[in-house]
Nanobody, 122 residues
Framework: QVQLVESGGGLVQAGGSLRLACAGS????????IGWFRQAPGKEREFVGG????????EYADSVKGRFTISRDNAKNTVYLQMNSLKPEDTGVYYC???????????????WGQGTQVTVSS
């Protein structure tokens, strides 16, 4: 069993930055890839980015590439999502998830956090 808790969300003006954290518990957290997803009101959950178990490989959605960075500290069982140059369209609830394989598809992740709200004002 893996438990995930996201934190760091909030209200920020366009162009600003936020850093989200995903704290995990359970033995598999540090051995598995982590994905970040977001969901805006009325829209489907979408892939934001992901990181492999070691942190040595990352992947990003085109919409956030060059602005968002994912890192992980396995000693702290924490994965980070650094978000810079935020835009109003980045608004949504952000979730982290653990899966067996790195994937851009939400249904391939097994455990999810409760989400943290990010609101970017124009």
């Amino acid at each position: 069993q893996v438990q995930l808790v996201e934190s760091g969300g909030g209200l920020v003006q366009a162009g600003g930055s936020l850093r989200l954290a995903c704290a995990g518990s359970g033995r598999t957290f540090s051995r598995n890839p982590i994905g970040w997803f977001r969901q805006a009101p009325g829209k489907e959950r979408e892939f934001v980015g992901g990181v492999n178990w070691s942190g040595g490989s990352t992947e990003y959605a085109d919409s956030v590439k060059g602005r968002f960075t994912i890192s992980r500290d396995n000693a702290k069982n924490t994965v980070y999502l650094q978000m810079n140059s935020l835009k109003p369209e980045d608004t949504g609830v952000y979730y982290c998830a653990v899966g067996q394989f790195a994937s851009t598809r939400a249904n391939e992740y097994d455990y999810w956090g409760q989400g943290t709200q990010v609101t970017v004002s124009s």
